[in-house]
């Protein structure tokens, strides 16, 4: 079966309740969606995992949850105020209003193309601040310029004023992380693709701060990492790829950075124009510290922050030196990996009857039931009674649903997509034989398991 595309998961995922288009009875907003009750157990278990793989399975690494309204001097002394923009244009045949950096280039004369009718009368570009704008208190930012505030466009600036803080109170040395899971807020003029690119999202990111001369190093280091835990979570290596990004294209405070990249249009006929990324790995070099620093001074000799209360250098008492850290930062987007999940894991099956059934082949760790107990025959108080009864005895270490709204078949079918790893039958024989049959979501074979030692051959299996 070939890959799907986005808009077969986006069917899926209204149909099953993972992803619903937001405010949808009152017409929608544009690049906003609601998890519904899969999506949201889903999403939980991917952060879940992150989260125990970079905090727990680590010995270096500390948690933080930063606030999402923050002092405006942070975005003026991080560059946001200044910097964190996109070109837009606009065009005059068809009014569509565009990113200039995302259009293509008529190499003949040099002119942008406008995507959505081909014409070449566009304005000249004009820089829009991506910063969501808001007000702290009663009064309006016209009327009290320092009631102005931002919704934060990303977790890391939250991380960076509290290095000082978490490397007190935790009594870290070099190197060691920070990490992080939080919504961002960018106001992207051109969202789009589901859950792909949004205004309002998730980040699961680190800051992991060592000496100057070991970032190269530190940052192969996760660059590696990353991989691995990535296809932990069952995507395929063959879905994905590195992109080295160019001088030209690397943020001004970044020495390295390196895109892991997704295949999230298969449909497309450019092989080029099926990736798009999934995460970054940037070498911040030492540009956060300094800037939020109450003592760095520029080649003027002038103080790049005079409005900083703190020193955020690192004193190493082996060597007896004071240095600013450098910062290696992996970033990801929980939309975005669970899009790329979900992409993956969709598998379609002809079962014996000619019928093309989907299989959403989700890890057991990330799948949002992990079992379902279902009744042969819903209309036998005997049978129905046995079936809530293992329910209630499975949900305290695992996930579990009971369902007697349809034919066995349909049930089967039914926890297949929505990638539930196991389903257990309580039938006739069960009454006699205390007894279940337990099926498998990918092999779709079935055993005969006593009650007694179901939840132990679940959990093994599951784990």
């Keep these: 079966m070939s890959a799907p595309n986005i808009e077969t998961i986006v069917s899926l995922s209204k149909r099953r309740g993972f992803v619903f288009p937001a405010s949808d009875i009152y017409g929608g907003l544009g690049s906003s969606w609601d998890y519904g009750p899969l999506g949201v157990e889903l ?39 200044d910097t964190f923009s996109d070109p837009l244009v606009d065009c005059r045949d068809c009014n569509a209003r565009l990113r200039l950096d995302k259009l293509e280039i008529d190499p003949a004369d040099g002119k942008a ?24 208190g009663a009064a309006s930012a016209d009327d009290d310029p320092t009631a102005l505030a931002y919704l934060r466009p990303e977790t890391a600036q939250g991380i960076f004023i509290n290095f000082k803080n978490v490397l007190d109170t935790s009594r870290r040395k070099l190197p060691f992380g920070i990490a992080q899971i939080g919504k961002a807020f960018r106001n992207e003029v051109t969202p789009g693709n589901f859950i792909f690119r949004t205004r309002e ?24 990492s990353y ?34 990249l997704y295949r999230f249009f298969p449909e497309r006929e450019d092989e080029e124009k099926q990736w798009d990324e999934l995460m970054g790995i940037a070498n911040r070099t030492d540009y956060d510290l300094r800037v939020h620093s109450k003592k760095p001074e520029d080649a003027d000799g002038k103080r790049i922050n005079p409005d900083s209360t703190e020193d955020l250098s690192y004193f190493d008492p082996q060597t007896n030196e004071r240095f600013y ?22 598998e379609e099956r002809t079962n014996d009857k000619g019928e093309v059934r989907v299989i ?21 108080p005997e049978i129905v009674e046995m079936a809530r009864k293992i329910k209630k005895e499975l949900q305290p ?16 079918a039914r926890q297949d997509e929505i990638g539930t790893p196991f389903c257990v039958t309580v039938d006739h024989e069960s009454l006699e034989d205390n007894a279940v049959t337990v099926r498998d979501r990918d092999t779709w074979e079935q055993e005969r398991v006593s009650v007694d030692a179901l939840r132990p051959l679940l959990s093994e299996r599951l784990n």
């Design 227 to 260: 991989d691995q835990w990535i296809q932990g979570l069952g995507i395929s290596s063959s879905n994905l790829k590195h992109y080295e990004q160019t001088k030209e294209e690397l943020a001004h405070y970044s020495e390295r950075t390196v895109d892991i």
């Design 360 to 380: 959403l082949r989700l890890k057991p760790e990330l799948a949002p039931i992990k079992v379902a107990v279902l009744p042969l025959a819903k209309n036998k």
């Design 325 to 346: 850290p450098y910062i290696i930062e992996p970033s990801t987007g929980v939309n975005r990996t669970l899009l790329a999940v979900m992409m993956d894991a969709y």
């Design 43 to 81: 999403a939980n278990n991917i952060k879940n995992s992150w989260w125990r793989w970079a905090v727990y399975e680590r010995d270096d690494i500390e948690g933080l949850d930063s606030s999402i309204i923050q002092n405006r001097l942070v975005w003026k002394y991080s560059g946001h105020e």
């Design 113 to 136: 193309t406008c995507s959505n009718c081909g014409s070449k009368n566009l304005t000249d570009p004009k820089d829009f601040n991506l910063m969501f704008r808001t007000t702290v």
């Design 201 to 224: 999202f998730e980040q699961m990111e680190i800051e992991y701060f060592c000496r100057p001369e070991d970032a190269p190093r530190v940052h192969q280091e996760w660059l590696d």
């Design 397 to 412: 270490s695992m996930r579990a649903v009971y369902d007697d709204t349809g034919g066995i078949g349909k049930l089967y």
